[in-house]
Structures are given as structure tokens and as C-alpha cells.
């Protein structure tokens, strides 16, 4: 998998680095047990600081997308916690876009097609 940082970007670089690894887990891009690049190589290869890289991770264990050891590195779990429902602040980033898309004259329709569509790219892997 490759992660694509924009640098221009209002997003925390750990944070567009977190999303990607939740949404490569989700695409089944990553799969279960999948092996994630060191720290010290992820962000040499990325040209950012080791810390940066370190509070992804930490974070993507906190949340329970991975699990991490000294001797084996950082992996993709084998099972995630599923709790069936939407934490709030994705309820509230969710209502963010669909405020955006209705100000710019999104059709309905073509934002659930979307919310479809990406909910559902797991299923054509």
C-alpha cells in the first residue's frame, strides 16, 4: 500500500496517515496480520519525522486497527472490534461533507451513490 501525504493539507500528516492505513484495512488493501513498515522506515521513505509515523501508529492501536510488539513490528489485527455503530466525531465529519455537497448543489442521490459505492468496495476485493 502505498500512503500519499499532501502537504498543503489542513490535516495532521499523522492523521492523513491513519486514515489511509483505516481505509487500505477497509478496501481489504491491507489484510489481517499484514505486516506494516517499521516507524524508522516509513518515514524515511515518506521524508518525515519518526514521532509523526510513531503517533499514527500509536493511535491506530489505541482505536484497535493494529496491534504492535517489540520483536514482530506493527501488524494489521486479525480482528477488529466491531461496535456496530458511528462514533460522534465521524457523525460530525459526515454532516460536514453532506453540508458541503448540499451548499454546492450535490444531488441527494449522488452523495448516497457515493457513501454506497465506497461502503461497498470492500466487497469487490
Known amino acids: ?7 498543503l493539507s489542513d490535516v495532521p500528516i ?11 484495512i477497509s478496501s481489504g488493501e491491507l489484510a489481517a496480520g499484514q505486516q506494516l513498515p517499521t516507524v ?3 518515514a524515511m521513505e515518506m521524508g518525515i519525522n519518526t514521532m509523526t509515523v510513531s503517533k499514527s501508529y500509536q493511535l491506530l492501536k ?3 486497527y493494529i496491534m504492535t510488539d517489540r520483536k514482530n513490528g506493527a501488524r494489521v489485527r486479525m480482528e477488529i472490534k466491531q461496535q456496530g455503530e458511528m ?6 465529519e ?10 454546492s448543489g450535490v444531488p441527494k442521490e449522488m452523495v448516497l451513490g457515493l457513501v454506497e459505492e465506497y461502503y461497498d ?4 476485493r
Do not use: F, H, W
Request: glycine residues 4%.
Open 87 to 92: 462514533p460522534e466525531a465521524n457523525k460530525t
Open 94 to 103: 459526515l454532516r460536514r461533507i453532506v453540508s458541503e455537497a448540499r451548499i
Open 1 to 7: 500500500m502505498i500512503i500519499r501525504i499532501d502537504e
Open 121 to 124: 468496495a470492500a466487497d469487490r
Open 14 to 24: 499523522y492523521m492523513q496517515i491513519r486514515n489511509q492505513i483505516v481505509m487500505g
Open 40 to 42: 524508522r522506515a516509513l
Open 62 to 64: 489505541t482505536e484497535g
